[in-house]
């Protein structure tokens, strides 16, 4: 998977960049790296990564345990820039590799789902907010959750929905040290 070409076309050529074991018991479902997650060759090793690492509560060593923790973007490499950000992760990726790195995590007990398009895939289109689904956040718990994506971009959507932090991140720190806590 790691030698994947089938984008050759990408901005900054194709880096498929992700983390998996088998034994791994918390999944995360993010969108697709950033520039500097590329340059660096490590998922969510940028601002977005430093928040996502803030809101479960762990250091860097635990979030990068592939033992424990899996991560798997809906595109491996850098989609290029986009209006507002990132371009979407490019619709050759998810097809060709998820269910293969999906199918053998059969120890996971919390998947994070990260933004709009890891959502379509991990629940299914739905009609509504990303907002709507993620205040749900209840309705799969403790399986599954859906986050907005930690980018800096999204300072003002954690100031208008200030019950994010109050009450969900609470939640999924306990959980999430409850699974790091457990071999």
Not at 43 to 71: H, K, N
Not at 73 to 90: L, N
Not at 104 to 111: C, H, R
């Amino acid at each position: 998977m790691r030698a994947c070409r089938a984008c050759t076309d990408l901005p900054l050529g194709p880096r498929p960049i992700l983390q998996w074991s088998p034994s791994a018991r918390l999944l995360i479902a993010g969108q697709a790296p950033g520039r500097v997650t590329h340059e660096r060759g490590r998922p969510f090793d940028d601002a977005s990564g430093e928040r996502l690492r803030e809101w479960l509560g762990v250091t860097p060593a635990q979030f990068y345990d592939d033992a424990r923790v899996a991560i798997i973007p809906m595109g491996f490499c850098f989609p290029g820039s986009g209006k507002s950000g990132d371009a979407p992760p490019r619709p050759e990726c998810a097809p060709l590799w998820r269910d293969l790195l999906l199918a053998p995590l059969t120890s996971l007990e919390l998947t994070i789902v990260i933004g709009r398009y890891a959502a379509d895939w991990h629940f299914g289109a739905r009609r509504g907010s990303l907002t709507d689904h993620v205040r749900d956040w209840r309705v799969e718990w403790p399986r599954r959750i859906l986050l907005p994506h930690p980018s800096p971009r999204n300072n003002g959507w954690l100031a208008r929905n200030q019950w994010f932090e109050r009450d969900l991140l609470p939640e999924l720190r306990a959980r999430v040290a409850a699974l790091m806590g457990a071999r």
